[in-house]
């Protein structure tokens, strides 16, 4: 059975930082990466990082945020920096199975305010 649990979310002022992670387990998998959906609005791609580090971003979070994965323990993270209120959203983790599978963890609220 395949699990994905994302940790990490909470309340941070303007200009602050937080590290989301998320651990995966019951299969192998390929890309991993994160979404976001704030309220009134579409879910996006926010990054997304393959199973040999290749990376990509949606513009508005390049040079701030940091996708990474550690392969041996199924778990991706996603660094933020320079966290604006417009980066407050739900932040959910997904997960593809190398039969392209698609699973998702619960979502952690990241809010950003002062």
């Known amino acids: 059975q395949v699990h994905v649990v994302e940790s990490g979310g909470g309340l941070v002022q303007p200009g602050g930082s937080l590290r989301l992670s998320c651990a995966a387990s019951?299969?192998?998998?390929?890309?991993m990466g994160w979404f976001r959906q704030a309220p009134g609005k579409q879910r996006e791609l926010v990054a997304r990082?393959?199973?040999?580090?290749?990376?990509n971003y949606v513009d508005s979070v390049k040079g701030r945020f940091t996708i990474s994965r550690d392969n041996a323990k199924n778990t991706v993270y996603l660094q933020m920096n320079s966290l604006k209120p417009g980066d407050t959203s739900v932040y959910y983790c997904?997960?593809?199975?190398?039969?392209?599978?698609?699973?998702w963890g619960q979502g952690t609220q990241v809010t950003v305010s002062s």
């Open positions: 997904i997960a593809w199975t190398l039969r392209n599978e698609i699973y």
């Open positions: 019951g299969s192998v998998f390929g890309l």
């Open positions: 990082i393959s199973s040999i580090g290749l990376t």
